[in-house]
């Protein structure tokens, strides 16, 4: 089972990247995903989440109204739509699928607990300059 994540780099402040995440090995259809980033801290910090239908999602305060969280299930993929980037925003950007699946709803999850979340792509990068 592996998540792969992509669409990393370098964007100036005030532009857009776009963040997929695609599984395979195993479909991740029933279960919310969640993306998180660590920057120099230990820290792997929540930032989204979306529910198995995709039909909620939820935000850490700081990325509302810049980022947007969505799925394709067809594809088996997550992405992470980030606007008007920030020299904060930078960090290491790491998707992730809950460990709950059975189309349980988003609110019924602890889906900003790191814990919470059993598997993990290998990071991409987002740096943005200032």
């Known amino acids: 089972v592996q998540l792969q994540a992509s669409g990393g780099g370098l964007v100036q402040a005030g532009g857009s990247a776009r963040l997929s995440c695609t599984a395979s090995?195993?479909?991740?259809?029933?279960?919310?995903m969640g993306w998180f980033r660590q920057d120099l801290g230990p820290e792997r910090a929540f930032v989204a989440a979306?529910?198995?239908?995709?039909?909620?999602?939820y935000y850490t305060d700081s990325v509302k109204g810049r980022f947007t969280i969505s799925r394709d299930n067809a594809k088996n993929t997550v992405y992470l739509q980030m606007n008007n980037l920030k020299p904060e925003d930078t960090a290491v950007y790491y998707c992730?699928?809950?460990?709950?699946?059975?189309?349980?709803?988003?609110?019924?999850?602890?889906?900003?607990?790191?814990?919470?979340?059993?598997?993990w792509g290998q990071g991409t990068l987002v740096t943005v300059s200032s």
């Open positions: 979306i529910s198995w239908s995709g039909n909620s999602s």
């Open positions: 992730a699928a809950h460990r709950i699946g059975q189309r349980v709803s988003l609110e019924k999850l602890d889906f900003g607990l790191r814990a919470q979340y059993d598997y």
């Open positions: 090995g195993r479909s991740f259809s029933t279960h919310a």
